[in-house]
């Protein structure tokens, strides 16, 4: 017996009431870090989410993409054009967007 889509999907998954999502499948919304290192410490899907616990507040600190989903096939977004973008003292890309921007383009 398969279990239906949520109304209401959580990226939590189990852990965040929605028995839809990850571990009984993995949807792209899923937040499958935070899930694991939550399950990892403890936290159960037989505790509410909203349990006040250290294993539930666990996480990466990173909630969502930072590009939409599509709307139709393959709904994910491309990826980041990592060979041709400029990088700043951090080390990651320069976006423009808090940082310089660059139209430097490396070949
Ligand atoms: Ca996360």
């Given at each position: 017996?398969?279990?239906?889509?949520?109304?209401?999907?959580?990226?939590?998954?189990?852990?965040?009431?929605?028995?839809?999502?990850?571990?009984?499948?993995?949807?792209?919304?899923d937040d499958v870090v935070d899930i694991e290192l939550r399950a990892v410490?403890?936290?159960?899907?037989?505790?509410?989410?909203?349990?006040?616990?250290?294993?539930?507040?666990?996480?990466?600190?990173?909630?969502?993409?930072?590009?939409?989903?599509?709307?139709?096939?393959?709904?994910?977004?491309?990826?980041?054009?990592?060979?041709?973008?400029?990088?700043?003292?951090?080390?990651?890309?320069?976006?423009?967007?808090?940082?310089?921007?660059?139209?430097?383009?490396?070949?």
């Amino acid at each position: 017996m398969a279990i239906p889509p949520s109304a209401n999907p959580s990226r939590l998954g189990i852990l965040g009431g929605d028995n839809a999502g990850f571990p009984n499948g993995r949807r792209p919304l899923d937040d499958v870090v935070d899930i694991e290192l939550r399950a990892v410490a403890g936290a159960t899907p037989f505790q509410p989410a909203q349990f006040n616990d250290a294993a539930h507040q666990l996480s990466d600190a990173v909630n969502a993409n930072d590009v939409p989903f599509l709307n139709q096939f393959p709904f994910l977004n491309a990826p980041h054009d990592y060979a041709g973008a400029s990088y700043g003292a951090t080390g990651l890309p320069n976006t423009g967007a808090g940082g310089a921007k660059s139209t430097t383009r490396r070949r």
